[in-house]
């Protein structure tokens, strides 16, 4: 029978970790998030002064591997993306836009120098994503209009005569998501680690310089409840995975 690991995260950064020494070896291990955490609000301190994401600790588990393996760590996430955006006419006929942006991230890090760090965090590299992070869900939404001034002056002197100019309004929406991916980690090693999931949501591309003539953009993003799965596994001899100098990660025998 294989044993199972269990660590419960009530709270954002509140999560139960059984000691190493009294951690028995084991196949797997798991971790639930079971709160809402975080949103990207004026208030939050989920996203930086100009609204770009920083990497937040979401939950943790810890496994205690026996001799050198590899890992599968599975993350699950309920997420949430709202975009608002207004476009209005004007006296002079130009196109008004909006455009509205929210994503929420998330990656994997194996024994970090801190739950909360951001950059060069750990020795081994997650694939495919090298531990810059996977998009969980994302959407793009663009506003365009082209209202007012279209009844001119020609129009009220000869209106059977004159031309009138049509009013128009495109909504441009673009939607990604993932919700639940598998990461490997290959070659961890005889010991006890500890796996952490951050997530990150940002609106940096949501400002009054993505819009012009009148048009309001808004939008937020959060993550929630979440689940963390991890399999110790042995691939075939040889199968690994390595960074480049730009992060890529290559897998392969």
Request: net charge neutral.
């Amino acid at each position: 029978m294989r044993r199972l690991g269990l660590s419960l995260c009530l709270a954002l950064f509140g999560c139960t970790l059984m000691s190493a020494s009294s951690l028995p070896s084991s196949k797997a291990a798991v971790a639930i998030n079971t709160v809402t955490t975080c949103g990207s609000f004026a208030t939050s301190p989920c996203t930086r002064t100009d609204n770009s994401g920083v990497w937040l600790p979401v939950m943790s588990a810890q496994i205690k591997t026996s001799n050198v393996a590899d890992l599968f760590a599975g993350v699950s996430m309920v997420t949430g993306i709202y975009t608002s955006t207004t476009v209005k006419g004007n006296n002079t006929g130009a196109t008004s836009t909006a455009v509205a942006e929210g994503t929420v991230r998330v990656r994997v890090l194996l024994d970090p120098t801190s739950p909360g760090c951001q950059t060069n965090c750990s020795t081994i590299t997650s694939a495919p994503d090298g531990n810059r992070g996977v998009v969980f869900d994302q959407r793009i939404q663009s506003l365009s209009a082209n209202l007012g001034f279209i009844f001119t002056g020609e129009c009220a002197v000869s209106p059977t005569t004159c031309t009138l100019t049509p009013e128009e309004i495109t909504l441009v929406l673009d939607t990604t998501a993932a919700h639940s991916f598998n990461f490997i980690l290959t070659n961890v090693g005889v010991g006890t680690h500890t796996l952490w999931v951050q997530a990150q949501v940002a609106t940096e591309n949501t400002s009054p310089f993505t819009t012009t003539n009148g048009g309001v953009a808004i939008s937020n993003a959060l993550f929630g409840l979440g689940s963390l799965t991890i399999d110790a596994v042995r691939l075939v001899n040889s199968f690994n995975c390595t960074a480049d100098s730009s992060g890529a990660v290559t897998c392969g025998y």
